[in-house]
Each structure stands twice: as structure tokens, then as C-alpha cells.
């Protein structure tokens, strides 16, 4: 038999090369596929956000994934926009005009007289009636007689949702009693007198207001008795002006809290 080789007897120290070769073949390729895995499509998550975004929103996507783009619908008007302040002002003036026509009517005999005025002015409608027919002298007792036309007056005004002012006018002949000092006490209460006939027929008390002006707002010269019987005087006055918001001023003259205010 031949004699085996020394040298091929000898351990081969190298074959461990092998395998790790092996190994880290096995952990590139495991490397590999993970990192396909995990990699994103952009194209599909694009597609997928969108869809999604869709369906929440109600909004359409196209194929290619894309969201058209949306002109968003202008809002309403706001309720205190000019147009809406307009429209307020107009319904107010058509109401007042509702509002004098009826006062027309009940007041006609007086008109007729020259005893009562009926004015449009730009505030709203304004009744001058003469106080001849509505106190005696230097009183302020309603005349029993003008009590009728002083009542439906007051109808007129219940149905409506007005604010009124009553002013009470002298002419510039000074009195002076016990009962009343000055034109200024006289004019005040026979504004007042009128206001609580108002306030008995009915009209809610926050839409009345009474002013004694005295013989400070004139209509006529006071030179002639004729001029001091027109001053002498009471108005009503029917606002159609609608109550708007006003803002209180702090002590920097700064803006601080809207109030709601009548003009």
C-alpha cells in the first residue's frame, strides 16, 4: 500500500472562512428584504392621504391622486353689515310711516284748527300740539275736553314699538309760584303729565322719556302774543332712529365695553 502524503494529514485551519462567508451573505440578503420592506411608495401614500382627506372632508380626488382645488364659497353677509342696516332702516321708516298716517286720522279736527302740526323730520315724526288746548294757564292739568283725541294718540302708540320723547315748551314770560318756580318746572311737568296718560294707556314705560325745555327752543319770536302762544308748546316726538351699540371709554379714552346706547 502506498504511503498517504504528511501533507495532506494536515487540519485545514481555513475552512471557517467558509461559513462566515456564508453568514454574512445570508445577513445582507436579510438586510435586503427588510429594507424593501419598509421603503414607502410616495406615489401611493400620496394617493392614500388624499383618499382619506377625502372621505372626511367630502372633497373629490382625481386618479392621479390629486385634490382639485376648492374656491371656498364666500360667507353671509354679517347681520351688521351695511345692506343689513339698510334693510332695518327701511322697514322702520315704512312702519313710522304706518304710525303718522294713523295719527293723521285721529288728530284731523285739531290739524284742521291749526291746533296741532304734524312733522316729518329726519329723526322720525314729531306732533307740536299747541298747550292751549292741552293745560290752562300757568297749569299743568290736562283739559278734560282734549282727553278723547290725547287717548287715541296713545292707541296709536301701544301698537307700535317707538321710542318717544315728550317735550314740554314755554314761551319767555317768566312764572313763579309755589307750585312752580320757574318755566322749567312748568314745562317739565306738563311733559310728564302727557307721558303718564301715555304710560296708563299702555305704552311700556322704557319707550318714554319727558323734557322740560322751558323757553329755550322757540319757534316763533316772542315779541307778539301770537309767537308766544305758538312757543307754548308740547311735542311728541316718535323716533325711528334704530338704537345702536356704543362703546364705553376707559380714563385713556380707549375703547373698553360695547354698550347699546339710543340715538
Known sequence: MARRNRADERDNHERWLVSYADFITLLFAFFVVMYALSSVNEGKYRILSNSMVSAFRNVPVNSAGQTPMVVPTPPPPAPNSLASKEAVKQKQREKMRHVAKDILEVMAPLIEQGKV???ETSRGVSIEINDSILFSPGQALLQPALGKAMQSVAEVLVASDFPITIEGHTDNVPIKNAQFPSNWELSAVRATTVLRLFADAGVAAERLT????????????????DGRARNRRVTILIDSDVPEKGTELDLQGQGAVPTERRR
Do not use: F, H, Q, S
Open 117 to 119: 302740526r304734524v312733522l
Open 210 to 225: 319727558a323734557i322740560g325745555y322751558a323757553e329755550t327752543r322757540p319757534v316763533e319770536p316772542n315779541v307778539l302774543a
